[in-house]
């Protein structure tokens, strides 16, 4: 969908009917009937997995996978690959700040970032009713997967330098990455930072929002945006911070009440959530994802910004009954 997405933010504060917008988009391959390795491994199967749940769901937008495993692995991070989850990080690549120092920023393209890519520019070609937006990760969170996500969070106080090196590459890496698929017609992107959910407002403030900042003043515009992502224990505490990386729109994981986070942030901004992915849409039935979705959407829909969402990334074998049970709830909400 090519369009003015200053103009389309606008739009979802001031209807009145809010379609969802959850991160939904690996459990297409029970749609498929491939394995989340086929899925990983393939643009084409990844395009076409976008367009069927887009064909089947009442959504505001359409959103790529989040598999936070890419980026590190451009990297040279070893991951590891199952048939029926997302893959994972394993190990740490870097250990000090020599290993820091050593770090290459890989080229926009390499190991699976090029398979990504391409599945946004064909996804783009199938799905033209609404924007279609990538996933990306957060600087922080991709350092913490070169260094080890406990690791890095002691770094931050005890090597800060080998720490903000990483993250210069990280967000130089970043910036191009995201600029790539501007260039391959995604009308934005879902940036996941999760681990630095976990880290204080001052250490989220110096390590992550303030090289989120300056990603998104390299590629946001009126016809980009950046979407926040952060699903972390720690975010109610962070609001300020986060407010200040000057994301388009931020999205919010179900470890906080999400009418905790709309108390704190301004009117006009698009603030997404939280409906609890593994616990209620993965684990649930169609009467407890009905339940929670109306019981957030009561305690939220009081305020025009709010979006109802998942808290994180939908697992890939999360029943499709939850799921459309999850769209039937918002619909029925509005038109009751």
């Given at each position: 969908m090519n369009?003015?997405?200053k ?9 009145g009917y809010?379609?969802p ?18 899925l990983?491994s ?19 937008a ?8 890419v980026?590190a ?11 029926d ?20 920023i890989?080229?926009?393209g ?10 946004i ?7 033209t ?8 990760i ?8 070169l ?14 330098d080998m720490?903000?090196?990483?993250l ?38 110096e390590?992550?929002?303030?090289y ?13 945006v ?29 470890a ?5 986070m709309?108390?704190?942030i301004?009117?006009?901004?698009l603030?997404m ?8 849409l ?11 979705t ?30 459309d ?12």
């Amino acid at each position: 969908m090519n369009g003015n997405m200053k103009q389309w933010l606008a739009e979802q504060i001031h209807t009145g009917y809010k379609k969802p917008l959850p991160l939904l988009s690996f459990p297409c391959v029970q749609m498929m009937g491939i394995s989340v390795r086929e899925l990983i491994s393939d643009s084409s199967l990844q395009a076409k997995g976008m367009a069927l749940v887009a064909q089947r769901v009442n959504a505001a937008a359409a959103v790529s996978l989040m598999d936070l495993s890419v980026e590190a692995e451009a990297f040279g991070a070893n991951i590891h690959v199952r048939d029926d989850e997302v893959p994972t990080v394993v190990g740490a690549l870097l250990a000090d700040e020599d290993d820091a120092k050593a770090l290459q920023i890989p080229p926009v393209g390499s190991a699976r970032t090029g398979i990504y890519l391409e599945a946004i520019e064909k996804a783009t070609k199938l799905i033209t009713d609404r924007p279609v937006f990538a996933g990306v990760i957060g600087p922080f969170s991709l350092a913490g997967r070169l260094m080890d996500i406990s690791e890095a969070m002691i770094l931050c106080y005890e090597e800060p330098d080998m720490v903000k090196l990483t993250l210069e590459k990280c967000t130089a890496f970043l910036i191009e990455y995201i600029k790539a698929y501007k260039k391959a017609g995604a009308n934005g992107v879902a940036m996941a930072e999760p681990a630095a959910g976990l880290l204080s407002p001052a250490l989220c403030q110096e390590f992550s929002c303030d090289y989120i900042r300056t990603i998104v003043d390299a590629v946001q515009d009126d016809d980009f945006v950046v979407i926040y992502h952060n699903c972390g224990n720690a975010i109610g505490q962070q609001v300020e911070q986060i407010l200040s990386t000057g994301c388009a729109a931020y999205h919010f994981g179900n470890a906080v009440p999400m009418v905790q986070m709309l108390q704190q942030i301004p009117g006009d901004v698009l603030t997404m959530g939280n409906v609890d992915p593994a616990g209620v849409l993965r684990g649930g039935n169609p009467q407890t994802v009905r339940e929670e979705t109306v019981g957030i959407m009561e305690a939220c829909c009081q305020y025009p910004n709010f979006l109802i969402s998942s808290g994180c990334d939908i697992p890939p074998a999360t029943p499709w009954e939850n799921l459309d049970a999850f769209f039937a709830a918002a619909e029925e909400f509005y038109h009751q």
